[in-house]
């Protein structure tokens, strides 16, 4: 997908007017707008992850041509090579899908995750329905500066939306934002009761 495909860059979104006196200003998202791809660095924790689960099928697949080819030693050896060669090509291919057409967004709406390019599967998750956030940061993402940004929600199907290989400054940049939503709505809600 080049850049020309990705819908415009909304304006930055504006703090809304204060609706009761003496309400906190809403927090304004100062990062960048528009979609966002996911780091350099992310392809390569993708590709480790990918080749590493890809061990198992590969395992079967070695075990099957030998089993195949037991009465031909000279074709098993080609047979096994070919097997992995494809086996860690799709592999390869995977993260590479997984790198290229994974993009994020923060606006006024919310938090949106867009991924695939064939079969496009967007997900767009309102403020108001955050309720808490998680940021993972497994050995391959720690040594890479990266982290998974986990943000779960209220009264949705799948109860929460995962993001893995944002770069470590910007999930803290948007854990932070979401958590001072979290506060000022529950003090908007506190000024209602």
Known sequence: MTESEHPAAP???????????????????????????????????????SLVTSLVPGGILHLLLRRLFFHHHDQRATAIAIGWGVVLLGALWIAFR??????????????AV??????????????SRVQHLDIKRGPLERLQRLASLVLHTAGTRLGGVHVSGLDEGVAERLREHFSREIERQASDDDDRA
């Open 11 to 49: 304006e930055a979104p504006e703090a809304p007017a204060a609706e009761a006196a003496g309400a906190p200003p809403a927090p304004v998202w100062e990062g960048p707008t528009g979609w966002q791809r996911l780091p350099r660095r992310a392809f390569g924790v993708f590709v480790v992850a």
């Open 98 to 111: 997984r790198y290229r057409y994974t993009f994020w967004r923060l606006d006024s709406d919310g938090f």
């Open 114 to 127: 867009r991924r695939g390019r064939l079969w496009l599967w967007e997900t767009q998750v309102p403020t």
